[in-house]
């Protein structure tokens, strides 16, 4: 499976001259939510994450995911996987269950994202599930923006990840773009204005 040419397909691999959130300049943006915008696409994604976590031998009670960016790929990793699909939500420093959601001490729990950069939300929703007793069996993302090592892939974790290193990260690609601080972009060098692409009309 091509997880780059059905990013591209589906309009969610942008090329061009972005502002990242870190600031930083790049010629190339994930618009992860794209890619899940059609249910058929986004299932066979869920499914290839699906296979490699079964493969590993990784038993998994539930899928967690951390809203909004989350919940669709979690929810459809929890439909392959055939377990239960929770969501946590964002509250002042972290991360909380609410809407009736539980978890059981011991339960086995992914915490499942769209795309990993940092895995800063990643960790902020694993420590809310450990606060109650769960274990953290694994991360999962459908693409891994190659700060943090996945199973299986050749980049090694930059100093930027959050992830703990001793849990594994399941994700279908590494998508390492190179990027520039402003003063040094080569695009604006050339005159051209980085457009922020999560609020392109
Ligand atoms: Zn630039």
Redesign the pocket.
Known sequence: MNVEQIYKDADALLEG?FLLASGN?SARYLQSAKVLEYPETAAKLADALADMIREAGVEVDTVCAPALGGVLAGYELARSLGVRSIFVEKKEGGMELRRGFEVKPGEKIIICEDIITTGGSAVKAAKAIEALGANIVAFASLANRGFCKRVGGENEAKPECKLPTDVPLFSLADFTFEM?A?EE?P??KEGST?IKPGSKG
Request: hydrophobic share 25%; net charge neutral.
């Open positions: 001259h300049h520039y402003p972009c695009m604006c980085a």
